[in-house]
C-alpha cells in the first residue's frame, strides 16, 4: 500500500515544488525534531553522569546507544520506504520515536541507567526511518545541480531543533545542584539515593510532552496528502543488486567513510562541550556551561544559511574542504590550549561543522537513480554510527588522558573529511551563479 497519492506518472520536480508546500513544510519540520532529540542527548551526558556517578566513557555510552539505533535501523528503513512510500516510513519514524519518548518515565522510575540506553536506542530507531527519508526526498524536489544547496536549507532548520532541545535541558532538566564528591560522601545513605532519584526523573516530563508532540505530527502527516515523487518502485527483490551496485560506485563508498567520521566528529564535540567548559574554565555552573553549547549551536544554525549561499559560487565540494580544513585547525587549539581559547575554538568550530552533514550526504548521492538514492540514503544514514563509536573513544580518552586530548579524535575526523572533499572536488564542476 502506497500512501502517496496514486499518480500513473511521476510529477516533475518543478511541479512537486508548486503542488506539495504543505508536505514540504511538514518534512522540513522532521529536521527541526530529530536536531531536538540529538542535542538533548548533550544535556543528558551530564544529567546522567551526575545521577548515576559515571565515568566519562559510561557517559559516552548515551551517544553509542543513540547511534547504534541509527546503525541497526538504517538498511530496513530504506528497504521500508522502498517498499512502501517516504510518507509511510515518515510515519512509523514517528512512532518509534514517541516510543522511546516515553519510556523515559518508566526507566526514571526505575532509576536505571540501563532502561534509558534502551529508551535512545528506540528514539534513535525511529529517527533512522526519518533522517533515511526526508534527506533523499530533499534531493529530488528540484534540480539535481541544485541538490546540496537544497538540502543545506532545509537542514539549516535542524539547529533550531537543537537550540530548542539545550534549552530544554538547560531549563527543565538541569537543576543547578552539583555536588562533589566531598558533599556526596558527607551525605546520609538516603540522601545520596534521594539526590540521585531526583535528578533522574528531571527528564520524565520534558520527554513525555516531547512524546505527545511527536504523536500528534504523526497524526497530522498521516491525514496530509503527499504527491508520487517517482513512478513504481522496482520488485522488492532487486534490492541487493542495487546495493552491489552502489558499492562499486567509488564516491558513494568514500562518503559514507566521510560521514562516519563527520558525525563522530559533530557528535562527540557538542557531547563533552560542557565537560570540556567546566575542566578549562573551574567553577562555571552547568547551566552557564549549557550557555556556550546554545552559542554553539545558533553558530552552526548561522553556517548553514551563510554555507547555503557561498554554494552558490563554490562547488559543494570545495566549501566542505576549506571548512574541513579551519576545523582541524580549531581542533588543535583546543587540544593545545585548554583553557579559554580552547572554548572558543571549539565553540567556533560548529560554524563550520554547518555544511558538512548535507554536503556529504548529496556528493554521496549525486547522479543516482530512484530507488539507487534510497538504498543509497539509507547506507549513508547508516555511517551515523560514528557518534556512538567516536564518542565513547573520546570518553574513553579523556578517562585516561584529561578531556583535552580527547578533541584530537574530532581533530583526526576533520583530517578525513578534507581528504574525501580533495577526492570529490576533482570530478565535480563549479556552480553557476543564481541556479537553484
Not at 518543478?14 to 531536538?36: C, D, E, K, Q, Y
Not at 556526596?184 to 520524565?204: H, K, T
Not at 558513494?252 to 557528535?267: H, K, N, P, R
Request: aromatic share 12%; charged share 10%; with cysteine.
Amino acid at each position: 500500500m502506497h500512501f502517496e497519492d496514486a499518480t500513473t506518472v511521476a510529477p516533475t520536480p518543478n511541479s512537486l515544488v508548486r503542488t506539495a508546500i504543505l508536505p514540504l513544510v511538514l518534512i522540513v519540520s522532521l529536521f527541526f525534531l530529530w536536531g531536538m532529540a540529538n542535542n538533548l542527548n548533550d544535556i543528558l551526558i551530564k544529567q546522567f553522569k551526575k545521577a548515576f556517578e559515571l565515568s566519562d566513557f559510561q557517559a559516552g555510552l548515551v551517544q553509542s546507544a543513540f547511534y547504534l539505533g541509527y546503525f541497526v535501523f538504517a538498511i530496513p528503513a530504506g528497504m521500508f520506504m522502498r517498499r512502501y512510500s517516504y510518507k509511510a516510513a515518515i510515519i512509523l519514524g514517528l512512532l518509534l520515536y514517541a516510543t522511546g519518548a516515553f519510556l523515559f518515565y518508566p526507566a526514571a522510575q526505575a532509576h536505571t541507567y540501563n532502561l534509558f540506553l534502551l529508551a535512545l536506542f528506540v528514539i534513535a530507531s525511529g529517527l533512522a526511518f526519518l533522517e533515511t527519508t526526508a534527506n533523499p526526498l530533499v534531493t529530488v524536489l528540484g534540480p539535481a545541480e541544485g541538490a546540496a544547496r537544497r538540502l543545506n536549507l532545509a537542514q539549516a532548520f535542524n539547529p533550531l531543533g537543537s537550540i530548542t532541545g539545550i534549552l530544554i535541558g538547560q531549563h527543565f532538566i538541569f537543576s543547578g545542584v552539583e555536588h562533589t564528591a566531598t558533599d556526596l560522601a558527607a551525605m546520609s545513605p538516603a540522601a545520596r539515593q534521594a539526590f540521585y532519584a531526583a535528578e533522574s526523573s528531571a527528564v520524565q516530563t520534558p520527554y513525555l510532552v516531547i512524546g505527545g508532540i511527536v504523536v500528534l505530527w504523526a497524526l497530522l502527516i498521516a491525514l496530509t496528502r503527499f504527491p508520487a515523487t517517482s513512478s513504481a518502485a522496482e520488485p522488492a527483490g532487486q534490492g541487493h543488486g542495487i546495493f552491489g551496485r552502489l558499492l562499486r560506485k567509488r564516491r558513494f563508498v568514500l562518503a559514507i567513510v566521510a560521514q562516519f567520521f563527520y558525525v563522530g566528529a559533530q557528535v562527540g564535540i557538542w557531547s563533552f562541550l560542557i565537560r570540556y567548559i567546566q575542566d578549562g574554565l573551574p567553577g562555571t555552573p552547568e547551566k552557564s556551561a549549557a550557555v556556550y553549547l546554545t552559542v554553539s549551536l545558533v553558530l552552526f544554525m548561522v553556517g548553514r544559511f551563510v554555507g547555503t549561499a557561498l554554494l552558490r559560487y563554490l562547488p559543494p565540494a570545495r566549501l566542505l574542504g576549506i571548512f574541513a580544513l579551519i576545523n582541524l585547525a580549531l581542533c588543535s587549539i583546543a587540544v593545545a590550549t585548554p583553557h579559554s581559547i580552547g572554548v572558543y575554538a571549539l565553540v567556533a568550530s560548529s560554524l563550520f561543522m554547518s555544511v558538512m552533514f548535507p554536503t556529504i550526504f548529496a556528493l554521496g548521492l549525486e547522479g543516482l537513480g530512484d530507488d539507487e538514492r534510497k538504498l543509497g540514503s539509507s547506507l549513508i544514514v547508516m555511517s551515523i554510527i560514528g557518534g556512538a563509536i567516536l564518542t565513547a573513544l573520546m570518553g574513553a580518552v579523556s578517562d585516561q588522558a584529561g578531556i583535552h586530548w580527547a578533541m584530537a579524535v574530532p581533530a583526526l575526523c576533520f583530517a578525513v573529511i578534507l581528504w574525501f572533499a580533495f577526492t570529490a572536488s576533482a570530478t565535480q564542476a563549479a556552480p553557476v551563479a543564481g541556479r537553484a
